[in-house]
C-alpha cells in the first residue's frame, strides 16, 4: 500500500526554519513526481511547491518563493521542504502529495496525513 509520511513540522518564531520531510514506501519513488500543499484553518487547500521525478525542475508558489526549498533523495525514498524566513501566515497543515503526470495543481494521487507548521509572531 502507498504511503506518505510528513514529519518535521511544529511551532517557530517568524524568521526561524523548518525542514520538512516526506517518507514514501509502497511505491517506486523515483519515478513520481512530488508536490507540497497547505491548508490553513477555514481556507482551501493551496499548492506550495512541486518537484520532478528527476528533482531536475521545481515550482514555487509566489508566496513562498526565494524562502522554501523542495528537494528530494530518491535513495531514501524521501522528498523534503526546507522553509526559511518563515512568516505567520505560513501556518497551516503541510501535506506531502505524489503522482506520476501531474501540472502544479492536478494529478497527486497519493496524499500523507500532513503536518502542523505554526510560526508565531
Known amino acids: 500500500q502507498v504511503q506518505l509520511v510528513e514529519s518535521g513540522g511544529g511551532l517557530v518564531q517568524a524568521g526561524g526554519s523548518l525542514r520538512l520531510s516526506c517518507a514514501a514506501s509502497?511505491?517506486?519513488?523515483?519515478?513520481?513526481?512530488m508536490g507540497w500543499f497547505r491548508q490553513a484553518p477555514g481556507k482551501e487547500r493551496e499548492f506550495v511547491a512541486r518537484?520532478?521525478?528527476?528533482?531536475?525542475?521545481?515550482l514555487y508558489a509566489d508566496s513562498v518563493k526565494g524562502r522554501f526549498t523542495i528537494s528530494r533523495d530518491n535513495r531514501k525514498n524521501t522528498g523534503y521542504l526546507q522553509m526559511n524566513s518563515l512568516k505567520p501566515e505560513d501556518t497551516a497543515v503541510y501535506y506531502c502529495?505524489?503522482?506520476?503526470?501531474?501540472?502544479?495543481?492536478?494529478?497527486?494521487?497519493?496524499w500523507g496525513q500532513g503536518t502542523q507548521v505554526t510560526v508565531s509572531s
Open positions: 518537484i520532478i521525478w528527476s528533482g531536475g525542475s521545481t
Open positions: 502529495a505524489a503522482g506520476r503526470w501531474i501540472t502544479r495543481t492536478t494529478g497527486y494521487n497519493y
Open positions: 509502497g511505491l517506486t519513488f523515483s519515478s513520481y513526481s
